[in-house]
């Protein structure tokens, strides 16, 4: 079995690495593949670990010594292991209107690489990471025809119009997570956030056949509404570990951290582009303020076999600002977010899961024994709110299996997520996602000198 699991770690790595190449190109395109991106930050995206995001995806309160949980930085001080960790993830999205039109997307992306190494044993920890804050991909095609003149003839031409949406921002964190003593843990974050987001509109006009016979095919045009952003914020998070609180050898955590408001500097702009010739048109100077978030976590152990959490977080968008501009010309872009900071609401998420590992501490167990089954879900208010009238709400349930490998420290999680989000009242859709992701989560002992003997 130890030549299986090291062969199944190898053939994992190989698959993360193959899906992190090409997963940018794919999210470009694709992306979520949902019509709500396009409204406030595009698709907010939080990963914690591949274990709490298997368990509903909270954990802030969720002490293990197999992750490095990034949603509250109090837990990295519990690291014994140098941990390097890598996930991508698939989606495919359904999408249906009211009219019962309805279409798919599907892409590829990476989820989040953490680099975690503990400075003093379980005492205290450094943690980076990089991954997405936020997404805006989105595709929808409408046609329609114009009557136009050609050579002193009228001709009704039909044209097709796409809208579309890519990129967003990414964080990268750095911080330090300190033990004060067996029961309090505090832990801070520097954070960086920059990006792109970007909205275009393709007109595609169909070939003019004239009374001679003639082809002309107009011009096929692209605006391209966008803005790039950066900012600093921070986390600040802390832990409370307790023992024998409801049966002997027990143990039951309260977890909480708080990610300070964000100012974004920046600049947006707008470009034709036409005929392979891009022109920007204008750009402005301009500032937005994103709200702080609350996170706070419960976990408990009744024994080395189950564990259970219970999450929430609060981030109220109703106090989000933006001085771009609010309205659009020919050559002024268009409000930034979409729909102005009316179309966004204060979000709330509640999540819960659990965790089995049917071994407990039996290092002598046979091979699944010894494995991790994870199960959860989640209820999400969006802030996204487009007819600025109707609240649209995200459900979930989640799942996941983590493998252990004969490299010490070492496991392979292999998660899955299934839901719905949106409604199709008021001329609004519904998403339905389906989602697989795979993770590397590789830990050994560095920095260590051997002791003498």
């Not at 998070?237 to 143990?251: K, M, S, T």
């Not at 500032?287 to 152990?301: A, F, I």
């Not at 949106?422 to 989560?441: A, C, E, M």
Request: net charge negative; charged share 20%.
């Amino acid at each position: 079995m130890p030549g299986f699991s090291r062969l199944l770690f190898l053939g994992t790595c190989a698959a993360v690495i193959l899906l992190a190449a090409t997963s940018p190109a794919q999210a470009q395109s694709n992306g979520e593949g949902t019509i709500y991106s396009r409204f406030g930050m595009g698709s907010l995206l939080e990963f914690s670990s591949s274990q709490s995001d298997a368990m509903g995806g909270g954990g802030y309160a969720l002490r293990s010594l197999n992750y490095n949980p990034d949603a509250n930085p109090a837990l990295w001080s519990d690291q014994v292991f140098t941990r390097l960790s890598g996930s991508a993830a698939y989606r495919s999205t359904s999408v249906e209107d009211d009219q019962g039109n309805s279409g798919r997307l599907s892409s590829g992306n990476v989820q989040a690489l953490q680099f975690n190494f503990p400075l003093y044993e379980r005492s205290l920890g450094v943690g980076i990471s990089f991954q997405p804050y936020s997404r805006s991909n989105y595709s929808r095609t409408g046609s329609d025809s114009e009557d136009v003149s050609v050579s002193g003839e009228r001709s009704e031409v039909p044209f097709e119009t796409e809208f579309s949406g890519s990129g967003g921002l990414h964080r990268l964190r750095g911080g330090l997570g300190y033990r004060v003593n067996d029961m309090l843990s505090v832990g801070a974050t520097a954070d960086l956030l920059f990006g792109t987001l970007e909205r275009r509109r393709r007109t595609r006009w169909e070939a003019i056949r004239l009374p001679n016979s003639t082809l002309v095919q107009p011009r096929n045009t692209i605006v391209s509404d966008g803005v790039q952003l950066s900012g600093l914020t921070s986390t600040l998070g802390g832990h409370l570990a307790l023992a024998d609180v409801f049966a002997e050898d027990d143990a039951f955590s309260i977890g909480a951290s708080v990610t300070l408001p964000a100012n974004l500097s920046g600049e947006q702009y707008r470009t034709l582009d036409e005929d392979l010739a891009r022109d920007t048109l204008s750009t402005e100077r301009g500032d937005v303020t994103l709200p702080w978030k609350g996170r706070l976590g419960l976990s408990y152990q009744p024994n080395a076999r189950w564990t259970v959490v219970l999450d929430g977080a609060f981030e109220p968008w109703s106090t989000f600002s933006s001085d771009f501009s609010t309205g659009a010309s020919e050559t002024v872009p268009s409000r930034f977010p979409a729909g102005g900071p009316g179309t966004l609401a204060d979000r709330w998420r509640l999540s819960t899961g659990a965790e089995v590992v049917p071994a407990g501490d039996d290092q002598l167990a046979g091979y699944f024994a010894q494995a991790a089954y994870r199960f959860g879900g989640y209820a999400e208010r969006m802030y996204v709110r487009p007819d600025q009238e109707t609240t649209l709400y995200e459900f979930a349930l989640t799942a996941g299996i983590s493998l252990p490998t004969s490299l010490s420290g070492t496991r392979i999680d292999l998660n899955t997520t299934a839901g719905t989000r949106g409604t199709t009242t008021n001329s609004l859709v519904r998403d339905r996602f389906f989602g697989v992701s795979l993770h590397v989560n590789f830990g050994e002992r560095w920095f260590q000198r051997r002791k003498l003997r």
